[in-house]
């Protein structure tokens, strides 16, 4: 599977290569694009094509958003499993093969910078209103439906029965023994807010980050750094091999491996939070479909499907209320947990990653 977050960092590392993504276009329209599912129409003909990345992420959203849409509208859901660059050229060229692009809000920005999307009629996506969706996650051109989460994980049977309660004792290698693993710029941003709240600035001070700090308490660490990841999986892979004790992980990920009995638990204290959202390609054949699949994808009963299906965790504050508590719980998006994180501040991140990457490849290297 290929993990969304992992094709939204190939895209921001590599955007600017629009003439590589013109090429690229033109060979996958003359030999097919990407992956593509159809779900049966009700009638009627339509056809919405949508953006998104595959996988069991995909097949969560087929069940979930895709197929009752169908049945509600009669419009067919056609999905495009396709690289951003690629997608960009298509639509530089005036011909995007998608209407509705499922991305990271901090893609969408890089879009909207490229002139690559509608700009949105608010007046045309009810739910924003019904389902309560945060004005920070309400942008000219792009809505916000759910976002995911970088936390701590460790091991439960590592410490004595402690456990860890902040990034402070993720870099206490003393009183919380045994290696770490934490993201690779393949796999993520580079987590430099993680080493200012280790070294005690509180999370409404994070931006603009102090990198010269942020890198400073990165070293005090680097020796313990096991590994550095790049794809969902192998957090869990290394914990569950007692290669490390404690690991930087995607939140959605601790749940599967504690159903196949590894003793693994998540601490959400100063958990980095990003969004993914929706928008409509510029020059989308199929605008009004666009518009009608997300509306319905962001009421707060189709959020509240997809959190049941994938570990989604939804913009929308009335999804969490037709969850069980159980399910409820399980995410980091509920109520009791939401204020222990913080959003990732897009617009510095945007300015300054290209050269934080370098620099941590270089400090990465030793």
């Given at each position: 599977m290929k993990d969304a977050r992992i094709d939204?960092?190939?895209?921001?590392?590599?955007?600017?290569?629009?003439?590589?993504?013109?090429?690229?276009?033109?060979?996958?329209?003359?030999?097919?694009?990407?992956?593509?599912?159809?779900?049966?129409?009700?009638?009627?003909?339509?056809?919405?094509?949508?953006?998104?990345?595959?996988?069991?992420?995909?097949?969560?959203?087929?069940?979930?958003?895709?197929?009752?849409?169908?049945?509600?509208?009669?419009?067919?859901?056609?999905?495009?499993?396709?690289d951003n660059a690629p997608l960009l050229a298509q639509i530089k060229q005036g011909r995007p093969q998608c209407d509705l692009i499922n991305d990271s809000m901090m893609s969408h920005v890089k879009y909207a910078g490229q002139d690559a999307l509608e700009k949105l009629d608010r007046d045309r996506i009810t739910s924003l209103k019904s389902a309560k969706i945060p004005d920070n996650q309400i942008t000219d051109h792009a809505i916000g439906h759910s976002f995911y989460g970088q936390c701590i994980a460790y091991r439960t049977d590592a410490f004595g029965g402690r456990k860890p309660e902040s990034w402070a004792d993720f870099w206490d290698t003393k009183a919380f023994q045994g290696g770490r693993a934490m993201c690779s710029p393949d796999g993520d941003l580079p987590e430099l807010e993680f080493a200012l709240l280790a070294d005690g600035v509180p999370m409404d001070k994070l931006y603009p980050l102090d990198v010269d700090r942020a890198f400073k308490v990165l070293t005090r660490l680097r020796s313990e750094i096991k590994k550095f990841w790049d794809s969902g999986p192998l957090p869990g892979v290394l914990l569950s091999r007692q290669e490390v004790t404690m690991s930087t992980v995607w939140d959605g990920r601790i749940a599967d491996l504690q159903k196949q009995g590894v003793p693994v638990a998540r601490q959400l204290n100063g958990i980095r939070r990003q969004f993914s959202g929706y928008a409509i390609a510029k020059g989308a054949a199929n605008v009004d479909a666009a518009y009608q699949l997300m509306d319905f994808s962001l009421r707060a009963e189709s959020q509240a499907n997809l959190a049941k299906a994938f570990p989604s965790n939804p913009s929308s504050p009335l999804a969490y209320e037709k969850l069980t508590e159980d399910e409820r719980n399980a995410l980091a998006g509920a109520p009791q947990y939401y204020d222990k994180g913080f959003d990732t501040d897009v617009d510095w991140w945007l300015q300054n990653e290209a050269a934080v990457t370098q620099r941590w490849l270089e400090w990465a290297r030793g």
């Open positions: 939204r960092r190939l895209f921001l590392r590599g955007i600017g290569g629009v003439a590589a993504g013109v090429a690229a276009a033109t060979a996958l329209g003359a030999c097919g694009t990407g992956t593509s599912r159809v779900s049966s129409s009700g009638g009627g003909g339509k056809t919405v094509v949508v953006r998104d990345s595959g996988g069991s992420y995909g097949a969560a959203l087929q069940k979930a958003i895709y197929t009752p849409f169908t049945q509600e509208t009669g419009i067919s859901v056609k999905v495009l499993n396709l």
